[in-house]
């Protein structure tokens, strides 16, 4: 197959398994924002997201040789960022001492709020404005790991439910069965915000 | 709501907005099932909040930094190779492994062999044993058995007549 015909993802992949840096980073810029997306609404920890979103891609750098054409480049990387960011959950949950500054919720399907700015470009005080933002990532953040990792990659056009069935390592009725207990579950939160309309009154 | 066309149609606007056609669809089902107009008016809005979403803001020089990270990783990697370590492919660590449980394999197999083997000699020496055995007569010959047994019997000799004789 001539790399041309190939997804334009899977071929800067080729690329990178040859050496190719400017393939690598056209890859981190192109998917840097979807990663930090999943992964802070996973570790709801900006710093942590941070670092665990910059280890998605030396891993994928690290793993490039088992990287298979067959596979859209976007459902191995949002495995192994959801990997990755299980694993810091896990790590968390043996080890809650380890970070004063984040909240340790027991379960990751609790909320852990980060608001302080430990940085100057803190994350959560720029996505967290206004109140009924707030609702919705707090209800979000309520669901169990696996519904909110499926609302969150059926968002837009991007990843087939085949593809996001995928990534959470579930069949494709499971992966749609995923999101609707989670929508509902979000519409039953959030129903004071939905039935007045208030998502549209306050956008 | 549980109906097929209902949740298809679900389904689609979950991801993307409907087609027009899809649209037509969900307004005749909507027309007929009047009951569903507030659940597809509250998915509406969610989906809309979903997608609404604020960005995570992402550090400016987030790119730099995971390539300076790769290459780190990179170089980590050529100097554990470059120490003498061999760097071995994945399927030679999995060598050792697959050939103990080869020799155990082989192991267990012999042992059940030789097994086999000492329990048919067995048998064989058990059959030829009782190949050995005479037959039991037939039930038949025995029937007058105790009539020539007390023919066999001889009286003891008279004493006095043999005296007299004498």
Not at chain 1, 18 to 41: H, I
Not at chain 1, 161 to 190: D, F, M, P
Not at chain 2, 24 to 53: I, K, R, V, Y
Request: proline share 5%; net charge negative; charged share 25%.
């Amino acid at each position: 197959m001539m790399s041309d015909e190939l997804d334009p993802d899977a071929a800067l992949m080729l690329r990178v398994k040859q050496g190719d840096w400017d393939a690598f980073t056209s890859l981190v810029d192109k998917y840097k924002q979807p990663v930090m997306n999943l992964v802070y609404r996973m570790l709801r920890d900006a710093s942590e997201a941070e670092d665990i979103s910059q280890a998605v891609f030396v891993q994928v750098f690290k793993s490039a040789h088992r990287y298979e054409i067959a596979s859209r480049f976007s459902t191995w990387l949002f495995t192994i960022a959801r990997n990755l960011s299980l694993n810091e959950i896990r790590r968390r949950s043996r080890h809650p001492a380890d970070s004063l500054d984040a909240t340790r919720p027991e379960h990751d399907d609790q909320p852990a709020q980060q608001y302080e700015d430990r940085r100057d470009l803190s994350p959560p005080d720029r996505v967290l404005h206004g109140e009924l933002e707030e609702k919705i990532e707090q209800a979000l953040a309520e669901l169990p790991e696996n519904q909110r990792t499926a609302i969150l990659l059926c968002r837009g056009d991007e990843m087939s439910y085949e593809e996001i069935a995928k990534v959470l390592g579930v069949s494709l009725s499971a992966t749609k069965s995923l999101i609707h207990r989670g929508r509902e579950t979000l519409k039953q939160k959030l129903k004071p915000y939905l039935r007045s309309g208030s998502w549209s009154e306050h956008k | 709501m549980k109906d097929p066309q209902y949740e298809q149609l679900r389904e689609l606007n979950w991801r993307r907005k409907l087609t027009p056609a899809e649209q037509a669809q969900l307004n005749a089902f909507l027309a007929a099932h009047p009951e569903a107009l507030a659940d597809w008016e509250a998915e509406n809005s969610l989906t809309e909040a979903l997608n609404g979403l604020a960005e995570v803001p992402v550090a400016s020089n987030f790119t730099a930094r995971a390539v300076a990270a790769a290459r780190l990783a990179q170089a980590q990697g050529d100097r554990e190779a470059g120490n003498g370590r061999v760097v071995r492919p994945w399927w030679l660590r999995w060598l050792p492994k697959a050939a103990l449980a080869t020799v155990v394999l082989a192991a267990g197999l012999l042992s059940y062999s030789h097994l086999q083997q000492t329990h048919r000699a067995e048998v064989i020496r058990s059959l030829a044993t009782v190949s050995e055995v005479p037959s039991i007569p037939n039930p038949d010959i025995l029937r007058d058995f105790d009539t020539i047994a007390a023919m066999s019997v001889t009286p003891p000799a008279d004493e006095e007549l043999l005296k007299v004789m004498q």
